[in-house]
């Protein structure tokens, strides 16, 4: 079964630092990207930071030259540094793999339970 757990979501003051990590469990055959998502007002889901396979990386425009997505894809491990943090940041962030499970010739997308953010102001 494939997982993937989040961590170090916090309580931060505006103007501080979180970094966020993410690991990718389970019976894996192969992964394409790994990416960082979190909730909008509309309880919609926006991408903040996504990094390939290839080392790739791309963010939305509100968290560029502030935050940073990294990690191993190999080693099914990624993170996201969060500088510079906004009261508007307060956010549930979820972790999101699109991956080739043992079991399948698909990949698919899997996501984790998410990890609270709240900064304040």
């Known amino acids: 079964q494939v997982q993937l757990v989040e961590s170090g979501g916090g309580l931060v003051q505006a103007g501080g630092s979180l970094r966020l990590s993410c690991a990718a469990s389970?019976?894996?055959?192969?992964?394409?990207?790994m990416a960082w998502y979190r909730h909008t007002i509309g309880n919609q889901r926006e991408l903040v930071a996504r990094i390939t396979s290839g080392g790739s990386t791309s963010y939305a425009d509100s968290v560029k030259g502030r935050f940073t997505i990294s990690g191993d894809i190999a080693k099914k491990t990624v993170y996201l540094q969060m500088n510079s943090l906004k009261p508007e940041d307060t956010r549930m962030y979820y972790c999101?793999?699109?991956?080739?499970?043992?079991?399948?010739?698909?990949?698919?997308?899997?996501w984790g339970k998410g990890t609270l953010v709240t900064v304040s102001s």
């Open positions: 999101q793999s699109n991956l080739r499970p043992r079991s399948t010739a698909d990949f698919m997308y899997y």
């Open positions: 389970g019976s894996i055959s192969s992964i394409s990207n």
